[in-house]
């Protein structure tokens, strides 16, 4: 039996008066969140860089829209960067020295974490902040530390967990190190507040570490829907009425867990119905994965399948960019080995494009029936959930509707209404906890006096 996880059904209204207004005198006026291994500056899609790059670039600039201050800390890859970079309105990304000033792989990161907290600890703003708000296991092995030592409420999200992904390997991936699994451990009992993106990974926490729903808060990430929304001058065309066969659409990082060679293998198996079908793909290199789903083996498995001259890869693109190719394309393909949330797909279902996807994680949720959910990776079943849809506009047209009104329902205001509320909520805790020690300590003095 699953704990019961917090979750808010009230009015935005109500909780934007609730965190404005918290009782107690514990209201969140500053925030740091803490990014060791990617800043929200990086180009999402290349390296390291993916979803919690767009998560901490809203949450940044949402929170700072509402009059909260906001520091992000990440480590310096480059000495060409300055020092502090102010954008969105005014939230401040912090490049903090620790080792070689650039890019270092996630695996070697660990051993620069030391250096990481104690340049933290020499920068001016640390100590004034009401919450720090952990991004990725890497930043929250550096929040416990951080929070011991200034008194200071931690929250973590983990965006990926180290055993959600070593029960779901890939062919030539990595299994996870046992110091990131016993860092998670740790992370997930000494936070004040575990933020998880869905109900799904509230489950997998409560089941791998014990977890209560006192501990776990939903917060869901959204969608730019002032970007991501279907072309209002080009009405919804199937690809028989236009030149060319259907086209689909891969994006992500280049790395075995996202799928990108399982996209071309979906692909070859489409056009024996559709042999007019093709295939784009947009991302970068990630990782140490490079020699099992790089541009060149992608290419190379492509050829093998005799599809090559359908397939095109692409770098990853910046999202004012990225929502044309959502728009161009007939089905998305979202293939995840494991996937805590899965932002593309849902950034597809806000530009009306359906969506066939691994049934795992966080897109049993984000996809529901919006397009395809597949039990498994075998490319033959993927491709019949691609093909039900190119045969009938009925399917289509209502998994496109439904991927629009989820798309309404998961915007980046929720998002950071919510984080407000649960900064407040612990915010609250501690000082409620720090005036009960007080109030005992002042009794037990009254005692000894007597």
């Known amino acids: 039996m699953t704990s019961p996880v917090a979750t808010d059904d009230r009015p935005e209204s109500d909780r934007r008066s609730r965190a404005a ?86 695996d070697a990161l660990a051993n620069l974490l030391c ?14 902040h009401d919450v720090l708000h952990t991004h990725y296991w890497l930043s929250g092995w550096v929040g416990r530390r951080l929070a011991q030592r200034w008194d200071v409420p931690f929250v973590h999200t983990f965006h990926t967990l180290g055993v959600l992904k070593n029960a779901n390997l890939a062919p030539g991936d990595v299994p996870e190190t046992p110091l990131r699994l016993v860092a998670e451990e740790r992370i997930a009992r000494d936070a004040d507040r575990l933020l998880v993106l869905t109900c799904g990974e509230a489950r997998l926490l409560h089941q791998a570490y014990g977890l209560g729903g006192q501990k776990l808060t939903v917060v869901r990430a959204g969608v ?21 066969g259907p086209r689909l659409l891969f994006v992500g990082r280049l790395q075995p867990l996202k799928g990108p060679d399982l ?47 359908a397939v095109s890869i692409k770098p990853a693109l910046p999202q004012e960019q990225l929502v044309d190719r959502y728009r161009a394309s007939d089905v998305v393909l979202v293939p995840s080995r494991s996937e805590t949330f899965g932002l593309v797909a849902l950034e597809a279902q806000a530009t009306g494009v359906p969506v066939v996807a691994a049934r795992v994680g966080g897109l049993t949720s984000v996809v529901a029936d919006a397009g395809g959910l597949v039990d498994g990776h075998d490319p033959v079943d993927h491709a019949r959930a691609v093909v039900r849809l190119l045969d009938d506009p009925a399917a289509a047209s209502a998994a496109r509707k439904a ?21 407040t909520h612990v915010r609250r805790a501690r000082d409620q ?14 005692d000894v006096a007597v």
């Open 21 to 106: 207004t918290a009782d107690g005198g514990a209201r969140v006026r500053r925030v740091g969140l803490v990014s060791v291994h990617t800043s929200p500056l990086d180009q999402p899609g290349t390296g390291d860089g993916g979803g919690l790059n767009v998560y901490v670039r809203q949450i940044m600039a949402g929170l700072v829209a509402r009059g909260i201050e906001v520091d992000v800390f990440t480590r310096r890859t480059s000495r060409d960067v300055p020092d502090t970079i102010t954008v969105d309105g005014g939230a401040r990304v912090h490049h903090i020295d620790a080792g070689p000033a650039h890019p270092v792989g996630k």
């Open 224 to 244: 730019d829907l002032a970007r991501f929304h279907p072309d209002p001058d080009r009405a919804a065309t199937r690809f028989s009425e236009r030149q060319g």
């Open 403 to 423: 991927g629009l009104a989820k798309a309404r329902r998961s915007t980046w205001d929720a998002t950071v209404m919510r984080l407000i509320d649960a900064y």
């Open 433 to 446: 906890a720090a005036r009960r020690d007080k109030c005992c300590d002042q009794t037990s003095g009254a």
């Open 115 to 128: 250096a990481y907290v104690l340049g933290i600890q020499r920068h001016p703003t640390m100590g004034t």
């Open 263 to 309: 996209a071309v293998r979906i692909l070859a198996e489409v056009r024996r119905r559709y042999s007019d079908a093709t295939l784009e793909i947009i991302g970068g290199l990630s990782g140490n994965n490079g020699h099992a789903t790089g541009p060149e083996q992608l290419r190379q498995l492509a050829d093998e399948l005799r599809v090559g001259d």
